[in-house]
């Protein structure tokens, strides 16, 4: 399994790339009022509007910072009603790619109430890499709130 | 593996842009493999990014992607004399060190120039700018070294070597840039060329690749 790596605070965090359409540098948002701290807005993704999360701001509460380096995880995101969507996700350093193998992925042990998305754990020289699942990355009320005109449609 | 005392800028004081005493360079062959100057590198991405550059960046996003890059032309350019040629990359095979042929008695003349030892196969090697009637000397851009290459093509199972003044490297052009011949373009010339891409300061002539080997193969005829 190849990670896409990026970073919260101080520790590192992965993707599977399986998960990931495209990363495109971090462009201006079309901001939503009312969305929480962690949605950073709309973005025009080749002529289709896309929600983008923030990473960051969702797990640290800390919005990302303005570098070169993050950039926006463009990912495919399995809707309720079993279609899929493109779902942004804003992330700071994302500037490599860890491979790992299957057996190099081991179970967290805990389990975060408020942190359902977190999947497993790379142990690496350099530091842990947590794995996020896209899937479990949206509260039922974000996920509700972003992609309710799919659903309905 | 960052270690204290190294990470800053250690590429130019023991690396390969310093005196080269750094003990993992033994190891890595250069710094580039090092993962300290990777992480270097990598920390120049963490600069704040201009105040335009968001903007500048979301109108190309928001365009359709231009995969019409995909389509483009391959070829290897080389310099004959003051000509640049270009030969499609599939027919390219190498480019080696120069070596004199080894004429052949009564066999050998201005196009088919001898044999020539690639690699432990023996190669027919041919004048191209004989065959081409391109005439020698005149060199190539200013202010750079020209390493002259001994060029290795193939077609269909025939496989010939020529010497080139220069080895450019591959270039890719899109179909649509290739222009016909200026009609002052000398007959030899026009019989090998397929048409012409604009370069950046030069004109680059692509080879017909089918006219070429088959004047290749009447060459060695006797």
């Known amino acids: 399994m190849l990670l896409l790596q990026f970073q919260a605070g101080n520790d590192r965090y992965g993707l599977d790339v399986a998960e990931v359409i495209e990363v495109v540098p971090r462009v201006t948002f079309r901001e939503l009022p009312h969305a929480g701290p962690a949605v950073a807005g709309l973005i025009n993704y080749r002529g289709t509007p896309v929600p983008v999360v923030d990473l960051t701001a969702l797990i640290t509460g800390i919005a990302s910072r303005p570098f070169f380096s993050t950039r926006i995880i463009l990912t495919d995101y399995p809707d309720r009603a079993g279609g899929h969507r493109v779902l942004g996700l804003m992330a700071e350093r994302v500037t490599e790619t860890v491979s790992c193998t299957e057996g190099d992925v081991q179970p967290l042990g805990v389990n975060l109430a408020a942190a359902p998305y977190l999947g497993g754990i790379c142990l690496r020289p350099g530091g842990a890499i947590l794995r996020v699942r896209v899937e479990d990355l949206l509260t039922p009320e974000l996920?509700?709130?972003l992609f309710t005109a799919a659903e309905d449609g | 593996m960052e270690q204290p005392g190294l990470s800053s800028a250690c590429w130019k004081e023991t690396g390969v842009f310093g005196d080269k005493s750094c003990p993992e360079l033994a190891g890595l062959g250069h710094c580039r493999h090092c993962p300290v100057y990777t992480a270097a590198g990598r920390r120049l991405?963490?600069?704040q990014s201009p105040r335009d550059y968001p903007e500048e960046l979301a109108k190309l996003l928001a365009a359709p992607k231009d995969e019409a890059e995909a389509e483009t032309l391959s070829v290897v350019v080389f310099r004959l004399g003051p000509e640049l040629l270009a030969l499609k990359t599939v027919f390219f095979q190498e480019a080696a060190e120069t070596v004199p042929p080894h004429s052949i008695p009564l066999r050998t003349g201005e196009v088919f120039t001898g044999i020539v030892?690639?690699?432990?196969?023996?190669?027919c090697c041919m004048s191209l700018a004989a065959l081409m009637e391109i005439p020698a000397g005149e060199t190539g851009t200013v202010g750079r070294t020209a390493y002259p290459r001994l060029v290795v093509v193939a077609r269909?199972?025939?496989?010939?070597?020529?010497?080139?003044?220069?080895?450019?490297?591959?270039?890719?052009?899109?179909p649509e840039a290739l222009r016909g011949l200026p009609a002052t373009a000398a007959k030899s010339v026009r019989a090998l060329t397929a048409g012409i891409f604009p370069g950046e300061d030069r004109t680059i002539g692509l080879i017909a690749e089918e006219k070429l080997f088959a004047a290749l193969t009447r060459s060695l005829a006797p």
């Open chain 1, 143 to 145: 996920r509700a709130a």
């Open chain 2, 45 to 47: 991405l963490d600069r």
């Open chain 2, 117 to 123: 030892n690639v690699n432990g196969e023996l190669i």
């Open chain 2, 156 to 174: 269909q199972g025939h496989r010939f070597a020529f010497a080139a003044d220069e080895v450019l490297g591959v270039r890719r052009f899109p």
